[in-house]
């Protein structure tokens, strides 16, 4: 399972079934949505890539198209156009509006895969920089320029100690950090703390994020590490 979220919006209810149950073959999270009205609702800021079929109710997939790119907040986000429409108008439009891909229907599972592969890899070598500024999982939002801890878009009040606890472990997913590991980097300037403390820390950072408070997993004996679900 790779950290990747794809959002699929399509009216068809059947081809959004088919694109999620082979994408999360191919270790993505996937949801659906099966109008752009639905897909609105949803924290789009949070996916990696979105699959937007063109012709769909009141607001097209080319009107969503539009509203995303004007907002600060989804503007970056890669989209990929699904389309019976191949005409060359319609071409120009979807890229015109910021499309990073354009697949005409009907096409094969293995293309779509492809093309999303190719698009997350040139939108992750363009936002490198980008990256080491942010750390993103799912909606938590660690931003370490600007030293803020944001979920679904609102920021959550942490202590300098709790957010670089939560920096250390967020960019280092996986790897189990001791008590004394967590003091030397977090707390090399003081001369003396109690082991109390970083688990108090750890408490009070565990219930300020919220649902993600469960990535934090103590192991007995050893320390917490940060995994992801």
Not at 81 to 109: C, M, Q, R
Not at 122 to 147: F, G, P
Not at 217 to 224: A, E, N, P
Request: proline fraction near 1%; include cysteine; glycine fraction near 4%.
């Amino acid at each position: 399972m790779n950290d990747y979220r794809i959002l699929v919006v399509d009216d068809e209810e059947d081809l959004c079934e088919i694109l999620k149950f082979n994408l999360e073959n191919e270790g993505y999270m996937v949801d659906t949505a099966n109008s752009a009205e639905e897909a609105l609702k949803m924290n789009i800021s949070s996916y990696h890539l979105i699959l937007l079929d063109v012709m769909m109710g009141e607001i097209s997939g080319f009107k969503m198209a539009n509203m995303l790119k004007k907002d600060k907040k989804t503007e970056k986000v890669p989209i990929i156009f699904i389309t019976a429409k191949d005409t060359e108008n319609d071409t120009i439009t979807g890229f015109n509006l910021g499309a990073d891909d354009y697949i005409s229907k009907p096409f094969s599972l293995r293309e779509v895969i492809a093309r999303i592969k190719a698009v997350l890899r040139r939108t992750a070598t363009a936002d490198t920089e980008q990256a080491l500024e942010r750390i993103v999982y799912k909606s938590l939002v660690v931003d370490i320029t600007k030293k803020k801890v944001s979920i679904d878009g609102k920021e959550v009040p942490l202590t300098k100690k709790e957010f670089e606890i939560l920096l250390l472990l967020v960019q280092n997913k996986g790897r189990v950090f001791s008590r004394e590991d967590i003091l030397t980097r977090i707390w090399s300037d003081e001369v003396y703390v109690l082991d109390r403390t970083i688990d108090v820390n750890i408490t009070r950072l565990r219930k300020k994020i919220g649902e993600y408070g469960k990535c934090i997993v103590t192991r007995l004996g050893y320390g917490y590490c940060f995994e992801a679900e």
